[in-house]
């Protein structure tokens, strides 16, 4: 993928065009990563069980938490693949994004269910247009809503390690239990992790993770072992719909790009791309996002930047400032000899 200096070179920040080459793979294959298009997921969670079968992954929690039909919360140790639901009160596109429905109560308008046309019980269908009811549309299932419109929308996203292109996980790992692969990606050696911790605050998007029992870290290999013997990871071989895309990084760029040019098309306005540029603040994600909304609303960081960016810079001046303190304190003993004498 180029030859130049910038290229072979390993960076704290910015664009890094090879990143295997950067790590010392100079035959390295393609680099490899993941596109999820959040405006096809159906939160089935078929990743989420495909990924811990697979990696024998333990189990979270099989209680509901209340946050909708979440019951993993966030990426963990043992959460390695997290399918988000979001609910809106908003249609799928056409309007401004951030809309909440904090103001509708769901348990007063399910109370409601079959007293009349607006809110009609299990089983309904859909009325004749003489009888459709005021702000419904005509020959449609009336919508179960106070002011008897259409303004619920579920956002399902699975979420994963980005496999950032700076990845500070990595670079703060005093035992080098985290390491970039030719695939381009970040994995970690639990046999050599010692459970430092340092990788945990260091991680922008806060993805790593200690086991309690333990203390060794885990997260998404993006299936190491697999991709070795030509497999697929095992969330995109289980994606019903094909919302989790594998592939070489830069045709998943180009094809994430296409659609969200149709959805635009189609009135989709909200719809943009999360991680994928190169110019950002770690110099692009090895597994990027289609979003139909604010990166906030899905839980991650508007303008993520890697964490070891000014190292070298702090550690400058640090060098600088004890050069000056030994400046100083010698200084002060000269003077003091010379008083001596």
Excluded at 67 to 73: A, C, F, Q, V
Excluded at 251 to 261: F, I, K, M, Q
Aim: glycine share 12%.
């Amino acid at each position: 993928m180029g030859d130049g200096p910038e290229a072979r070179g390993n960076q704290w920040y910015g664009p890094q065009p090879d990143v295997a080459g950067a790590s010392g793979y100079p035959d390295a294959p393609p680099r490899m990563g993941f596109f999820t298009d959040t405006s096809v997921c159906i939160g089935c969670k078929a990743c989420e069980v495909a990924c811990k079968e697979w990696n024998a992954v333990p189990e979270d929690g099989l209680e509901l938490t209340g946050m909708s039909y979440d019951n993993t919360r966030t990426l963990g140790a043992d959460t390695w693949r997290h399918v988000a639901f979001i609910e809106q009160s908003k249609p799928f596109g056409g309007q401004e994004p951030g809309v909440r429905h904090e103001d509708t109560d769901v348990f007063a308008a399910a109370a409601r269910l079959g007293t009349d046309a607006s809110f009609p019980g299990p089983g309904a269908t859909a009325p004749p247009p003489e009888q459709a009811p005021e702000g419904a549309p005509a020959g449609q299932i009336s919508p179960l809503s106070p002011d008897g419109r259409t303004e619920l929308r579920w956002l399902m996203s699975s979420d994963v390690c980005k496999h950032c292109t700076h990845a500070a996980c990595l670079d703060v790992c005093p035992t080098g239990a985290l390491f970039r692969t030719e695939f381009g990606t970040v994995v970690v050696q639990e046999d050599i992790c010692n459970g430092c911790g340092y990788c945990v605050p260091a991680c922008p998007y806060g993805v790593i993770d200690q086991r309690e029992d333990d203390g060794r870290v885990w997260k998404c290999t993006l299936c190491y072992d697999r991709l070795g013997v030509g497999m697929e990871p095992a969330c995109a071989k289980a994606c019903p719909t094909d919302s989790i895309q594998f592939g070489p990084l830069d045709e998943l760029r180009e094809r994430a790009a296409d659609r969200v040019a149709r959805l635009h098309a189609a009135g989709v306005a909200d719809a943009r791309l999360y991680g994928e540029d190169p110019g950002d603040g770690v110099g692009g994600d090895g597994a990027f996002f289609l979003l139909l909304d604010e990166p906030e609303v899905y839980g991650l960081p508007p303008d993520p930047v890697v964490t070891t960016r000014d190292l070298p810079d702090m550690w400058r001046h640090a060098a600088l400032a004890a050069v000056t303190l030994i400046g100083l304190a010698a200084g002060g003993f000269a003077g003091r000899s010379r008083r001596a004498r």
